[in-house]
């Protein structure tokens, strides 16, 4: 029996790495909302982390969240480090490129739970009266990240996050 049980675990074990290594090396969430504003009044609220961290959603899963701005107030540059809780973790954030009106640009630089880089883009794109605004992340998905990938599926946990901050930037924006 024991010997069954050692057998089945080897196979299992075998399952997810074999499942792992056939996952892409990178990862993308992509989230998009319509927003009944023009792209001047919301390009701001996403320019200037100050102004980003209102409705960013990250922001709010900890209350005693310690953060520190650096660099101008908004546009290339400007950054936010962060520390805190395990929703959150440790890391930084840096506008790396500002296109008025149309797209902001950023890296992510996570310390903790896990070390990694990933970009960070916004774009905004007239449609009459409304503005389509999208949030998307990508970045490398080295092994280990495929094999907690086979049990969580990053799309759904990031982009559950990505609609509510796009939510409540709608809602600011509206106003």
Not at 79 to 98: C, M, T
Request: proline share 7%.
């Amino acid at each position: 029996m024991l010997k069954i049980l050692g057998i089945t675990f080897a196979i299992a074990v075998a399952g997810v790495l074999l499942t792992a290594a056939n996952k892409p090396d990178t990862f993308r969430v992509e989230r998009s909302a319509s927003v009944k504003a023009p792209p001047e009044r919301i390009f701001p609220l996403i320019n200037d982390l100050r102004a980003f961290n209102t409705w960013n959603p990250f922001e709010k899963k900890d209350p005693n969240l310690k953060g520190r701005y650096s660099g101008p107030a908004s546009g290339k540059g400007a950054a936010y480090a962060f520390d805190g809780n395990n929703d959150v973790g440790k890391g930084s954030i840096e506008i790396l490129e500002a296109l008025p009106v149309s797209r902001v640009a950023m890296r992510l630089s996570m310390v903790e739970p896990f070390k990694v880089e990933n970009t960070v883009e916004f774009t905004l794109v007239p449609n009459g009266g409304t503005t389509n605004v999208s949030w998307a992340m990508q970045g490398p998905a080295p092994y280990l990240a495929r094999i907690i990938h086979v049990f969580i599926d990053m799309d759904k946990m990031v982009g559950k996050d990505f609609e509510a901050g796009l939510a409540s930037l709608k809602a600011i924006a509206e106003k």
